[in-house]
């Protein structure tokens, strides 16, 4: 088997995931907005400074590795489309990656327009799928930090052991906290 015809398979089987991933997440959209909204009240909101230091951190630890990975993929985008103008087979009207169109893109100007086109589709669902899967990446860090926040509020537990009205009221925090991150994972398709 062909390595080019191999490794272009592969590049439209991703490129198609990519939209059904896209596609899955547009159709969930209320439930996320939802779920953001429901981040956002006050029981989630860390109450310490030793919470809102870990958070701080989770939250620094994701932007580097949102900046890392749209750096790699960034690059290897552009490698992508400038590859027929660095190999020179542009020259040939080679395109980013292959693919049939119901006319002859070999022909000036469609080649030009085709090239841009490829080349604008492959940015945006490259940036719409990098995008999505660092905003998972986000939740999955957010839900982190929820549990370390829940055994930080635990943990106050004990130091609130001697006032027993103290005690009873940060039980009845933590039991809510507990209950909401759970009702949380219930929401229906």
Not at 80 to 102: G, N, Q
Not at 111 to 116: D, N, V, W
Not at 122 to 140: E, I, P, Q, R, T
Request: negative net charge.
């Amino acid at each position: 088997m062909d390595l080019e015809v191999l490794a272009g398979t592969l590049f439209i089987a991703s490129q198609t995931v990519a939209a059904m991933k896209a596609f899955t997440f547009m159709r969930q959209i209320k439930m996320i907005k939802e779920l953001m909204s429901k981040l956002n009240d006050d029981i989630f909101q860390p109450r310490t400074q030793d919470q809102r230091t870990t958070v701080a951190s989770s939250l620094q630890f994701w932007w580097r590795l949102y900046v890392g990975y749209q750096i790699a993929l960034g690059s290897t985008v552009v490698m992508w489309i400038s590859f027929p103008l660095l190999d020179k087979s542009y020259k040939e009207s080679r395109l980013p990656f292959v693919a049939w169109y119901p006319y002859d893109y070999t022909k000036s100007p469609l080649y030009e327009i085709t090239y841009i086109y490829q080349s604008f589709s492959l940015v945006f669902l490259n940036v719409f799928n990098s995008n999505l899967d660092m905003f998972s990446v986000c939740l999955m860090i957010c839900i982190g930090a929820q549990c370390d926040i829940l055994c930080d509020n635990l943990k106050m537990l004990e130091r609130s052991d001697e006032d027993y009205n103290g005690f009873n009221e940060t039980l009845v925090d933590v039991i809510r906290e507990h209950k909401e991150i759970l009702t949380t994972d219930e929401k229906p398709n």
